[in-house]
């Protein structure tokens, strides 16, 4: 593909904030209570600003190799070998969390929407779509996440304003949770749902300035997390922490209880449901990307659209996998927290060898004539 600079800051942050506001966002509330009851916006905060680490390596790194992505850097930074295994770990975890996210997503539609369209065809209706919106290059990638981000924001701070005034404050003392015991493993959860940021690994190489990209990251975490924090702040409001642990999808329950001013709208799950679908596009979107795109370079093939229908059924049979929704749920909540040992542990061992060793790829003009990876 040709590389060219294209894609500005704000069309990075709009990528960032896309791609982390995802399926995750119906059952947010719940991992945040079940791990410090009305501590939740705090486990919340905390686990974005973990979340954070991990997309300030990445994007360090990306400043510092300004012309490739991990898979391209790491084998310059620690050699071949090591870096094949570390890309190969990394492949495979962004496929899996594509297949979970893809599971999740029908588990919802076939719960809430569908009740009679069986759990495999959703699946596999929603995989194909991105699977197809995959076979792009990354500025067209940049551009449909710059189309449906509006769509996700709005609707969604939207509802989080009209259901305050169902609030009783009383429900978020004490700040820190009654047993703060849990808030360790809780934060290690929600910061498994910012682990999509991991997308500007490939968004910085086609940035026409790569310094700014810190600025980028950081505003796209920071629209994304004040979402997922004020969601958790509302739900937890408006329920109180023991009545959301009996509820499967706690933000799916605030759209509900949630009406327009002088009852335009009695309901507002409806419209809410519309609005997570495309969420959860623009994150398997990404991820899926991700995984083509990665997989692509490992093998240095030049053209990634083989891989795009290769991984298909791979990914729509691991999304099979879990017998019901509660396994589903675990294996996300485990999976979550071993993953961000790839996308902190490794972004971190990859900049510290690379500050010893003084690696550094080409300035972005130094390479103003050569097509871009």
Same mark, same amino acid.
């Not at 960032?16 to 966002?25: D, E, K, R, Y």
């Not at 029908?106 to 209706?125: M, R």
């Not at 086609?206 to 629209?223: E, H, N, V």
């Not at 997989?295 to 053209?303: G, H, I, P, Q």
């Given at each position: 593909?040709?590389?060219?600079?294209?894609?500005?800051?704000?069309?990075?942050?709009?990528?960032?904030?896309?791609?982390?506001?995802?399926?995750?966002?119906?059952?947010?509330?719940?991992?945040?209570?079940?791990?410090?009851?009305?501590?939740?916006?705090?486990?919340?905060?905390?686990?974005?600003?973990?979340?954070?680490?991990?997309?300030?390596?990445?994007?360090?790194?990306?400043?510092?190799?300004?012309?490739?992505?991990?898979?391209?850097?790491?084998? &310059?930074?620690?050699?071949?070998?090591?870096?094949?295994?570390?890309?190969?770990?990394?492949? @495979?975890?962004?496929?899996?969390?594509? @297949?979970?996210?893809?599971?999740?997503?029908?588990?919802?539609?076939?719960?809430?929407?569908?009740?009679?369209?069986?759990?495999?065809?959703?699946?596999?209706?929603?995989?194909?779509?991105?699977?197809?919106?995959?076979?792009?290059?990354?500025?067209?990638? @940049?551009?449909?996440?710059?189309?449906?981000?509006?769509?996700?924001?709005?609707?969604?701070?939207?509802?989080?304003?009209?259901?305050?005034?169902?609030?009783?404050?009383?429900?978020?003392?004490?700040?820190?949770?009654?047993?703060?015991?849990?808030?360790?493993?809780?934060?290690?959860?929600?910061?498994?749902?910012?682990?999509?940021?991991?997308?500007?690994?490939?968004?910085?190489?086609?940035?026409?300035?790569?310094?700014?990209?810190?600025?980028?990251?950081?505003?796209?975490?920071?629209?994304?997390?004040?979402?997922?924090?004020?969601?958790?702040?509302?739900?937890?409001?408006?329920?109180?922490?023991?009545?959301?642990?009996?509820?499967?999808?706690?933000?799916?329950?605030?759209?509900?209880?949630?009406?327009?001013?002088?009852?335009?709208?009695?309901?507002? &799950?409806? @419209?809410?449901?519309?609005?997570?679908?495309?969420?959860?596009?623009?994150?398997?979107?990404?991820?899926?990307?991700?995984?083509?795109?990665?997989?692509?370079?490992?093998?240095?093939?030049?053209?990634?659209?083989?891989?795009?229908?290769?991984?298909?059924?791979?990914?729509?049979?691991?999304?099979?996998?879990?017998?019901?929704?509660?396994?589903?749920?675990?294996?996300?909540?485990?999976?979550?927290?071993?993953?961000?040992?790839?996308?902190?542990?490794?972004?971190?061992?990859?900049?510290?060898?690379?500050?010893?060793?003084?690696?550094?790829?080409?300035?972005?003009?130094?390479?103003?004539?050569?097509?871009?990876?």
């Amino acid at each position: 593909m040709a590389n060219i600079r294209q894609i500005t800051a704000i069309q990075s942050s709009a990528v960032l904030a896309s791609t982390i506001i995802g399926v995750g966002v119906l059952a947010l509330p719940l991992f945040a209570v079940k791990a410090a009851d009305a501590g939740a916006p705090l486990v919340t905060l905390l686990g974005m600003a973990l979340g954070y680490i991990g997309l300030y390596l990445i994007t360090l790194l990306g400043i510092r190799f300004p012309n490739q992505s991990i898979v391209q850097y790491s084998e &310059d930074i620690i050699g071949r070998w090591l870096a094949w295994v570390g890309s190969v770990a990394m492949i @495979a975890f962004f496929a899996v969390i594509t @297949a979970l996210g893809a599971r999740e997503f029908g588990e919802v539609v076939v719960t809430s929407v569908l009740k009679n369209t069986p759990l495999e065809v959703t699946v596999v209706v929603m995989l194909a779509l991105a699977t197809i919106s995959s076979r792009v290059n990354v500025t067209t990638f @940049a551009y449909i996440h710059n189309f449906y981000f509006p769509l996700l924001l709005g609707p969604g701070f939207l509802i989080v304003a009209l259901s305050m005034k169902n609030a009783d404050m009383i429900n978020l003392q004490p700040v820190w949770g009654n047993d703060p015991s849990g808030m360790v493993p809780g934060i290690l959860t929600v910061a498994a749902l910012f682990q999509g940021s991991f997308v500007m690994t490939l968004v910085i190489p086609a940035m026409r300035r790569p310094d700014r990209a810190l600025q980028a990251s950081f505003w796209g975490i920071f629209i994304a997390g004040s979402l997922y924090v004020s969601i958790v702040v509302a739900a937890v409001g408006v329920f109180g922490s023991e009545e959301i642990k009996h509820l499967l999808w706690p933000t799916l329950e605030l759209a509900k209880a949630t009406t327009l001013p002088a009852n335009v709208l009695e309901r507002l &799950d409806a @419209a809410f449901l519309a609005v997570w679908v495309t969420a959860v596009f623009t994150t398997l979107l990404s991820t899926n990307y991700l995984t083509i795109r990665m997989t692509t370079e490992l093998f240095r093939l030049k053209d990634h659209n083989l891989f795009a229908t290769f991984l298909l059924p791979v990914i729509f049979v691991m999304a099979l996998i879990p017998k019901n929704i509660f396994q589903m749920y675990a294996v996300i909540e485990r999976v979550g927290r071993i993953g961000l040992a790839i996308t902190i542990a490794y972004p971190g061992l990859l900049f510290v060898v690379a500050l010893i060793r003084k690696k550094r790829g080409k300035r972005p003009n130094e390479n103003a004539m050569e097509p871009a990876r």
